[in-house]
């Protein structure tokens, strides 16, 4: 029982950073109906601004700043300079310029600050409390999840009860009619954009700490894991990127735990295979008459 | 050529009668090309009146990158150091370093282009278990010398099936073996565990500790993929283990050893030479908690590293002006020691070396190298090394404790080795 305690704690722990990195995806799908696939090459260059930023005031929570406002700046950047570009009648041309940036990222990242991994400390314990005798979740972990929670929280609030909100659903949704209504359909999606690459840097500065350091690739594993829990939520649904953040993680640890390493991500396939045939909109998806 | 004249009528265009004149001058071409082909002895690929080209293929980017980029670089900087000593029998050596990102599809690719098209001499250093092993059959089928493979699998030691691939790393099995001989002499009432890699590595290691303890209380694996160990560590804490044997990568080192620090669980650590670097894990770690934690860390080694060995002394010159002072790691002495090992087997592969005359002079045994342990390379084994030896870190240094230890890849005992490490000589140039 205490193993199993344990294994669920871990999950959970690891599941929370999912859910934050998977909540990008959601962003920028709900707002250009993209999957980025340079979330995780974006998302390394916010952390790398972050971690310089804290190294050079000595504050963990500048380096937080900086990282949310660099990675919202290479948004941007990445939404009016390339995938402005791609072709709104294949979903294909958004995702190879996407790759094609990927690769151009990490290369400037690995020339500029080298292949080696760099250690990030976290700001706070990251020793696990232990609960009954079983090593459970650390103060570093209890900040992921309020982060997360708030993050959830923060992001409802602008979807459902703003008119920048309904701006962007609409433009997403249904672009010609929202531009006819007067809504600027481009602005929509910069601000998504933006949101979006905030939130995945914001994600990975919270993750690096748990890894083994920040090099230009220290987001691939994750953003791998992250497109899984945001398939297995539901790409439309920011509260199915945290049920789904949390149940890969603790399908990780428990299969980990008691099956083996090897077999984690092929429970974590299985998983994404079985949400695909049963219920492809995803688990928590509630909104099957929005699809657009 | 007569044929072709008689084809030729009176008829023909202008422009046919030339197109045959071209054809015929170009055979004439060819024939005298091979006719001196034929008169002096073939130039083996790769060696050149003042050049010898050899190649490799290794990560520069991609993942992998991070732990293994500095061994092609130190490699390099150490041809630079003997080139600018005068080179071996007068030829410079030039090292060409292919990226391959650690990706066998295109290990397959660059390989081909080193043997096909830079035409080098031989392979030396390929790097991966995964990777070079795409291109053992390749190299084997051309005839192209395969040197000292960075990977501890023994898949390279088997001169029938390989006859051109030679092993350098201490293969994993006779690591694991000597580690589980020093921990079953060191440490008594101990629990034994293992956390390896889930691959070749992860298994030929454990074979090697269940050859000498038996049964293990807990055997814990991870994939690359996952940068989480906390449920194998937990997992280990929860078997009651206090003495792990580790198969892991420099970072899974630090990532193991992190966690477990983290679940204030407290263990005796004893790594593969693969994951035990102390100055990379430093690296992982930071220099603020790094020490403390790897404090009293043990894993094996089979290349000179301690701090005041000539060796290291003149590797660390040698990384100062040639290699810009980069850091100084086990990869550093790795990617030297390798680069030194080439040049004495070119040394003795004679005056004008071929590939065939490079492996002789490896299998003659006259090549020892530069470890604690003098090269066993024969006609019957390419193994590069019989055996390793022990290294411990105390108050922020690592360096060798006892003797070097000999054992084979079967049951065969564990025993002490006797003779002493390879003195450096010449400055490290070999002379022939």
């Known amino acids: 029982m205490d193993r199993l305690v344990f294994l669920l704690g871990t999950g959970v722990a690891r599941g929370t950073v999912l859910a934050l990195f998977a909540l990008s995806l959601v962003l920028i799908w709900r707002a250009t109906r993209i999957v980025n696939f340079a979330a995780g090459a974006m998302a390394v260059v916010g952390v790398y601004v972050g971690v310089a930023v804290t190294g050079a005031t000595g504050s963990w929570w500048w380096g937080l700043v900086a990282t949310v406002v660099a990675g919202g700046l290479l948004g941007f950047v990445v939404e009016r300079g390339v995938l402005r570009f791609a072709s709104a009648r294949s979903p294909l041309s958004g995702v190879i310029l996407a790759i094609g940036l990927v690769v151009v990222l990490q290369s400037l990242l690995g020339i500029v600050f080298g292949q080696e991994h760099e250690p990030v400390q976290p700001p706070f314990s990251d020793r696990p409390l232990q609960v009954g005798g079983v090593p459970l979740l650390s103060p570093y972990d209890l900040f992921v999840v309020v982060v997360a929670l708030g993050l959830l929280g923060a992001l409802r609030l602008l979807f459902v009860k703003t008119s920048l909100g309904l701006q962007l659903r609409a433009a997403a949704f249904e672009p010609e009619v929202s531009r006819l209504l007067g809504v600027r359909v481009a602005r929509m999606r910069t601000v998504g954009w933006v949101l979006a690459a905030s939130a995945a840097s914001l994600a990975a500065l919270l993750a690096v700490p748990n890894e083994l350091g920040l090099n230009p690739h220290a987001a691939d594993m994750l953003f791998v894991s992250a497109f899984t829990v945001a398939v297995v939520g539901g790409l439309d649904s920011p509260g199915g990127a945290l049920l789904g953040g949390l149940t890969v993680g603790v399908v990780t640890s428990v299969v980990t735990g008691y099956l083996g390493a090897t077999l984690a991500p092929v429970a974590v396939l299985g998983l994404l295979a079985a949400v695909l045939l049963l219920r492809p909109s995803g688990l928590f998806a509630q909104a099957e008459a929005r699809r657009a | ?432």
């Open chain 2, 1 to 432: 050529m007569s044929q072709l004249r008689t084809r030729t009528r009176p008829a023909r265009t202008h422009l046919a009668r030339t197109h045959v004149a071209r054809t015929a001058g170009t055979l004439a071409l060819v024939a005298v090309v091979s006719l001196t082909a034929c008169s002096t002895p073939a130039a083996s690929p790769g060696v050149a009146g003042e050049t010898v080209t050899i190649g490799t293929h290794t990560p520069l980017t991609g993942p992998a990158a991070a732990g293994y980029a500095s061994i092609s670089a130190a490699a390099s900087a150490y041809f630079d150091y003997l080139n600018d000593q005068g080179g071996i029998h007068g030829r410079t050596i030039e090292y060409v370093v292919k990226d391959d990102a650690y990706n066998p599809a295109t290990t397959q690719t660059v390989v081909r282009e080193l043997v096909q098209e830079d035409g080098v001499l031989a392979l030396v250093n390929g790097l991966g278990t995964p990777t070079h092993g795409s291109v053992v059959d390749y190299l084997n089928e051309n005839g192209v010398p395969d040197l000292f493979v960075a990977s501890g699998s023994p898949a390279w030691d088997d001169p029938e099936a390989y006859p051109w691939t030679f092993a350098f790393n201490a293969d994993y099995v006779t690591e694991a073996k000597v580690l589980a001989h020093h921990a079953q002499e060191t440490y008594d009432d101990a629990v034994f565990c293992v956390l390896g890699q889930d691959d070749d590595f992860g298994t030929d290691f454990t074979t090697g500790l269940t050859t000498v303890l038996g049964e293990l209380a807990s055997t814990q694996t991870y994939s690359v993929s996952n940068q989480d160990v906390t449920a194998q560590v937990g997992a280990m804490q929860a078997a009651g283990c206090t003495v792990n044997f580790l198969a892991t990568v420099n970072g899974f080192t630090a990532l193991a050893l992190g966690t477990a620090a983290k679940m204030g669980y407290r263990a005796q650590w004893l790594s593969s030479s693969s994951g035990g670097d102390y100055p990379t894990l430093l690296g992982y770690l930071g220099e603020d908690v790094g020490p403390a934690l790897l404090q009293g860390f043990v894993s094996t080694n089979y290349l000179p590293f301690s701090a005041d060995d000539p060796w290291v002394e003149l590797f660390r010159r040698v990384n100062d002006e040639y290699n810009d002072g980069a850091p100084f790691t086990g990869n550093t002495v790795y990617g030297m020691s390798v680069a030194y090992t080439f040049a004495e087997a070119l040394a003795r592969a004679g005056e004008d070396p071929t590939r065939e005359s490079l492996v002789e002079a490896l299998e003659s045994g006259d090549v020892v190298g530069n470890g604690i342990l003098p090269l066993q390379f024969s006609a019957d084994s390419h193994k590069a090394f019989g055996g390793v030896g022990i290294t411990m870190v105390d108050g922020g240094m690592q360096d060798y404790v006892g003797s070097a230890w000999t054992t084979d890849t079967g049951d065969g005992p564990v025993v002490a080795h006797d003779g002493e490490p390879v003195p450096l000589e010449d400055e490290g140039v070999p002379q022939p």
